[in-house]
């Protein structure tokens, strides 16, 4: 069977890690279909649109989606790319690794982040000059959804149940609901669960990361404690993401555009081609995903490293590297 995957680089260093993660997995023997298209600033500057139809087409029709980043458009593309895939639930590991000079390094996490409501469900409003309002919305039905996802993740990854990252002692109905519609759908599949009110979190997660492992967050709290993580383990260039929908997923790092390196050929293609092993897992080719993470692990630990992390290889020279480690 073919895999149909949408190749969206996107702006700045989305342009070098995009290919290097294609390269990986052409590297395999699987058979994949690659059809690329545009989005972000450097698109939106030619025709008005930053996400153009066709590449939201493709997106919503293809197995999977790769994605880089966008620049200042990042919101306009990556929002309703999510959508396209019908995404209710952001993967984001945050795992330190042999050899990587890491605040932490002894952190590994996977943030379970809801992808659809909270504060960025997009009800924003200028009352006046002097009033902004914003509208939380929190549903049982969202709640649920990522509550069964969470179930079916830490059954599958032999987790010992998650914990529930929330602010219910003050955001009592939104994260009331959120709290208790997964702690409810847990008990009814006999998952264990326990919870801890997001402040907390982020003080006790950079003492203590290995008191945590699976933390299933509401959306704005899963966006900023998976950026925190990141700092415990070495920075942005390590840390992937996958959206996944009913019927497709998307997948992409969690950095930006890196406008102060892009075009160097530097950029540190870990994120992404990680990102890509998440696309292999979700495809079903697991002993595949299994190898790319390996390959890019081994390559970390004995170099050839980017600039960022301490290295002199280039973006081409560490995707050689991990393509020889497969
Ligand atoms: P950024 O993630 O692009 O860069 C932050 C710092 O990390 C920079 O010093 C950069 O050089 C470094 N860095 C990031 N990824 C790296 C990699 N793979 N290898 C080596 N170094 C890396 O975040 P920043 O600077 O806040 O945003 C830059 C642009 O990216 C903005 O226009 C922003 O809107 C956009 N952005 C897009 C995102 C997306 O498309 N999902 C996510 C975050 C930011
Ligand atoms: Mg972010």
Redesign the pocket.
Known sequence: MTHEIAVIP?D??GQE?TPAAVEVLESLEIDFEFHEADAGDRVKEITGEALPEETYELAASADATLFG????T?AD??LPLREAVDSFVNIRPAKAYPGIDAVRPETDLVFLRENTEGVYAGHEDRLSEDVATLTRVVTQSASRDLGEFACEYVEDGDHDGFTIAHKANVMRETDGVFRDTIESVADEQGVDTDEVLMDAFATKVCLDPEQFDVVVCPNLAGDVLSDLAAGLVG???LLPSANIGPERGLF??V???????AGEGV??PA?TIISAAMLLEYLGHDEEAAAVQNAVETTLENGPR?P?LGGEASTEDVTTAIIDNL
């Open positions: 996107g700045g260093i890690v980043a966008a620049g200042e990042a593309v990556i920075g942005l260039g992409e790092p950095h930006g555009t890196a406008p102060d390196i950029a540190n994120a980017t960022d």
